[in-house]
T-cell receptor
Framework: GQQVMQIPQYQHVQEGEDFTTYCNSS?????IQWYKQRPGGHPVFLIQ?????EVKKQKRLTFQFGEAKKNSSLHITATQTTDVGTYFC?????????????FGQGTILTVHP | GAGVSQSPSNKVTEKGKDVELRCDPI?????LYWYRQSLGQGLEFLIY????????KSGLPSDRFSAERTGGSVSTLTIQRTQQEDSAVYLC????????????FGPGTRLTVL
C-alpha cells in the first residue's frame, strides 16, 4: 500500500536558522498537502501541491513538489518561535484511493530563542 | 462559520466497554474523515465518507471499529470491546469534496482505555 516517509523525525534549531522537512512516497502522487500541528492542537492545512515541479511560497515557507511527483519538501527561512510544532505531509495517490490521504510521521520542530 | 466539532473531548473507559465518538462536520462539506493519532505519532487513516458513496474503510484496524454517517452530515465512530491499545486521540476532518480539497480538522477526542 501507499507509504510515505518523512524526515527528519525531530529538528531542533536556534531562532533565525533555516529548517527543512522532506517527504518521500513509494508511488507517484496525484497531489500532496502539508499540515501544521501546534503542541496540543489539531492539524491545520498549510498548502496543496498538484503539478510536477511546483513551487509555492507563503511568506517564509517554501513548498516544493518533485518533478516525478514522488517527493516534496517544506523549507522555512529564518525560523521564529511561532514556527514550533509538527509538520506533516499528506499524500494523495489518486486513482481508486482518491480522497484518502496518507500522512507522513511528521517532523517535530523545536525553535530555541 | 462553525468549524468541525467533536464530542466528547475526553473519554475514559474500561477495557471491554464500547464507546461512541461523534463528529459534526462543517455544513456543506460532503467528505468526512476519521484518523487516529497515538501519542507523539502521525495520523493513521481509519475511514472516509464521500457523499452517498460507499465509505472507504480500508484503514479500520479491526472489526471492532465501525463508523456511520447519517444524512450525509454527523458521523459516529464506534469502538466495541475497547482494548488498551485503542487509547489515542481520534480526529475527525471534513472537506468540501474528497481528494484535492483542504481537510479541516476538529479538536479530537482523547480516548483512554484503562
Amino acid at each position: 500500500g501507499q507509504q510515505v516517509m518523512q524526515i527528519p523525525q525531530y529538528q531542533h534549531v536556534q531562532e533565525g536558522e533555516d529548517f527543512t522537512t522532506y517527504c518521500n512516497s513509494s508511488t507517484t502522487l496525484s497531489n500532496i498537502q502539508w499540515y501544521k500541528q501546534r503542541p496540543g492542537g489539531h492539524p491545520v492545512f498549510l498548502i496543496q501541491l498538484v503539478k510536477s515541479g511546483e513551487v509555492k511560497k507563503q511568506k517564509r515557507l517554501t513548498f516544493q513538489f518533485g518533478e516525478a511527483k514522488k517527493n516534496s519538501s517544506l523549507h522555512i527561512t529564518a525560523t521564529q518561535t511561532t514556527d514550533v510544532g509538527t509538520y506533516f505531509c499528506a499524500a494523495n495517490a489518486g486513482g481508486t484511493s482518491y480522497g484518502k490521504l496518507t500522512f507522513g510521521q511528521g517532523t517535530i520542530l523545536t525553535v530555541h530563542p | 462559520g462553525a468549524g468541525v466539532s467533536q464530542s466528547p473531548s475526553n473519554k475514559v473507559t474500561e477495557k471491554g466497554k464500547d464507546v461512541e465518538l461523534r463528529c459534526d462536520p462543517i455544513s456543506g462539506h460532503t467528505a468526512l474523515y476519521w484518523y487516529r493519532q497515538s501519542l507523539g505519532q502521525g495520523l493513521e487513516f481509519l475511514i472516509y465518507f464521500q457523499g452517498n458513496s460507499a465509505p472507504d474503510k480500508s484503514g479500520l484496524p479491526s472489526d471492532r471499529f465501525s463508523a456511520e454517517r447519517t444524512g450525509g452530515s454527523v458521523s459516529t465512530l464506534t469502538i466495541q470491546r475497547t482494548q488498551q491499545e485503542d487509547s489515542a486521540v481520534y480526529l475527525c476532518a471534513s472537506s468540501r469534496l474528497a481528494g484535492t480539497h483542504t481537510q479541516y480538522f476538529g479538536p479530537g477526542t482523547r480516548l483512554t482505555v484503562l
